[in-house]
């Protein structure tokens, strides 16, 4: 009787072993088709699709909770890419959600901000730089242009500055390329 317990106990302490150590060894880190999601998305965070940003709208999406015609930055080129990889009808984009602009960055005229902090607090990529009663600015390379800090301003100090493609940050869509 001692015998066979101690050889299920040692029978169930190795396959547990190997349970952990698969478990370990072939983790799979969330859902793959919401990672292709959200790198279609332009990761603006800006809020516009009714979500608090790309990540949980690619969520929704993957579960069939939300449209693919809801984020305004990746505009109608965005919903196209992304009704091919879900393999859905593809969708004009949703006006009710806001409009397609171009590229663009914020930056505050130094000479009027008054360090109020509240566009630091709105940025949700902490593009802000400056603390309170000291002048705010922007690292323009983090900025993704979603424009929550605007309506937040006290004084409308931040303002928009369309970003214009040079040769080195130019980069033709392919229907560019195929139409020459």
């Not at 940003?53 to 693919?68: D, F, H, S, T, V």
């Not at 990889?85 to 130094?110: I, Q, R």
């Not at 902490?126 to 603390?131: K, T």
């Not at 040079?166 to 390329?177: A, K, R, W």
Request: net charge negative.
């Amino acid at each position: 009787m001692f015998e066979s317990v101690v050889i299920f106990s040692l029978l169930t302490l190795a396959l547990g072993l190997v349970l952990g150590y698969a478990a370990i060894r072939f983790k799979v880190d969330g859902n793959p088709l919401v990672d292709q999601i959200d790198s279609i998305l332009p990761q603006t965070q800006c809020g516009q699709c009714d979500f608090p940003g790309c990540r949980p709208y690619a969520q929704a999406l993957a579960k069939g909770e939300a449209q693919i015609n809801q984020c305004p930055p990746g505009g109608q080129e965005g919903a196209d890419a992304l009704a091919e990889l879900l393999d859905v009808e593809p969708l004009e984009l949703n006006a009710e959600h806001g409009e397609t602009k171009p590229d663009h960055v914020v930056y505050v005229d130094e000479k009027l901000c008054i360090g109020c902090t509240l566009c630091i607090q709105a940025c949700p990529v902490d593009a802000f730089v400056g603390s309170s009663k000291v002048m705010t600015t922007v690292i323009a390379r983090e900025c993704t242009g979603c424009d929550l800090c605007i309506p937040v301003c006290p004084v409308d100090c931040i303002y928009v500055k369309e970003l214009i493609p040079t040769l080195g940050s130019y980069v033709p869509d392919l229907q560019e390329i195929a139409h020459g």
